[in-house]
């Protein structure tokens, strides 16, 4: 146990744009230049699992040539002080490579692929690893390790019992749209403080605090409130 306030923090999209990282909406419809049902949903896998194949090949050969940037690693000073804990949408791996401790994944991880046959077994990918529908590890044909539109998201449960337990709760660089995750700030204990770091919030709860910056500032700004707020003990 320990006596460290634990700050639980729900980033989005906006944390990794500032490594380069694009997203299916920096473009209407598009995902690098391919449909976005085509590529990220279960009904696109059945109809072409070569293209979705190619498509997280190159996504995950492109995330090897980024780095996580100020904001993340922010996240990880903070353990410092804190207990953080990260619930991320994103499916990159910028939060693992700053060294952050305690990350949960809600719509899957570029770096695996899972068994086909047996959603628990998952398998860890090199950045420049490619698979298609033929390949086989360990006797199991595989996918891609990504929760596709159309499908449940399996990790929600385990991160509406993490929002329950913060002490601080943070939102970077998420719209407040996307459902499940949006939902998780309904489940934050009454009277937490709530703090949201986005340039342009597109609409922003009672209650919450608004950083109106993009994650690399808005993360410098509240570290520099939560140190002060929270001063180490002696």
């Given at each position: 146990?320990?006596?460290?306030?634990?700050?639980?923090?729900?980033?989005?999209?906006?944390?990794?744009?500032?490594?380069?990282?694009?997203?299916?909406?920096?473009?209407?419809?598009?995902?690098?230049?391919?449909?976005?049902?085509?590529?990220?949903?279960?009904?696109?896998?059945?109809?072409?699992?070569?293209?979705v194949?190619?498509?997280?090949?190159?996504?995950?050969?492109?995330?090897?040539?980024?780095?996580?940037?100020?904001?993340?690693?922010?996240?990880?000073?903070?353990?410092?002080?804190?207990?953080?804990?990260?619930?991320?949408?994103?499916?990159?791996?910028?939060?693992?490579r700053?060294?952050?401790?305690?990350?949960?994944?809600?719509?899957?991880?570029?770096?695996?692929?899972?068994?086909?046959?047996?959603?628990?077994?998952?398998?860890?990918?090199?950045?420049?690893?490619?698979?298609?529908?033929?390949?086989?590890?360990?006797?199991?044909?595989?996918?891609?390790?990504?929760?596709?539109?159309?499908?449940?998201?399996?990790?929600?449960?385990?991160?509406?019992?993490?929002?329950?337990?913060?002490?601080?709760?943070?939102?970077?660089?998420?719209?407040?749209?996307?459902?499940?995750?949006?939902?998780?700030?309904?489940?934050?204990?009454?009277?937490?403080?709530?703090y949201?770091?986005?340039?342009?919030?597109?609409?922003?709860?009672?209650?919450?605090?608004?950083?109106?910056?993009?994650?690399?500032?808005?993360?410098?700004?509240?570290?520099?409130?939560?140190?002060?707020?929270?001063?180490?003990?002696?």
């Open positions: 146990m320990t006596d460290k306030p634990r700050i639980v923090v729900s980033t989005g999209a906006g944390i990794s744009a500032e490594s380069g990282i694009k997203t299916f909406r920096d473009a209407d419809g598009l995902w690098e230049n391919y449909p976005v049902m085509d590529v990220a949903s279960a009904d696109g896998f059945a109809r072409n699992p070569a293209l194949h190619q498509f997280y090949n190159e996504r995950r050969a492109a995330l090897g040539k980024a780095m996580p940037n100020k904001a993340h690693l922010l996240l990880k000073e903070l353990e410092d002080r804190f207990d953080v804990f990260v619930i991320t949408q994103n499916v990159d791996d910028l939060h693992e700053a060294g952050s401790s305690n990350i949960l994944h809600l719509h899957g991880e570029l770096t695996k692929v899972r068994a086909l046959d047996d959603d628990s077994l998952t398998f860890k990918l090199g950045y420049n690893e490619a698979t298609t529908p033929e390949t086989v590890i360990d006797g199991h044909r595989v996918r891609p390790h990504i929760v596709f539109f159309q499908e449940a998201v399996p990790m929600f449960e385990p991160a509406v019992e993490l929002a329950a337990t913060a002490d601080i709760f943070v939102i970077i660089g998420t719209s407040l749209v996307v459902y499940p995750a949006a939902a998780l700030l309904n489940y934050v204990k009454a009277g937490t403080p709530i949201y770091i986005d340039p342009a919030p597109s609409r922003v709860p009672a209650g919450v605090t608004v950083i109106r910056k993009p994650a690399t500032e808005g993360m410098e700004e509240l570290a520099r409130l939560l140190l002060e707020k929270y001063p180490e003990k002696d």
